[in-house]
């Protein structure tokens, strides 16, 4: 799989995780860790900490620890 279609991958799969974390946090949040420990996030894991995907990569370990904690409320 090229960089490219793993970027659009990686972010379509975010898209989906933060429209549930609009109405279930807690439930998104275990479903984004449960997909980087799978074998399709892994996908993401070989390239993610790249310069040209820090952006996305630090929004998405921003939104983790977001969504943990209003899950753990």
Same mark, same amino acid.
């Given at each position: 799989?090229?960089?490219? @279609? @793993? ?42 900490? @790249?310069?040209?995907? @820090? ?19």
């Amino acid at each position: 799989m090229s960089d490219e @279609r @793993r970027r659009e991958y990686v972010e379509a799969v975010w898209r989906t995780l933060m429209r549930k974390a609009e109405t279930d946090p807690a439930g998104a949040y275990v479903d984004a860790v449960l997909w980087l420990c799978s074998p399709e996030g892994a996908l993401a894991w070989p390239w993610m900490w @790249r310069e040209e995907y @820090r952006k996305i990569m630090v929004e998405i370990g921003y939104w983790l620890i977001r969504l943990a904690t209003l899950s753990l409320g």
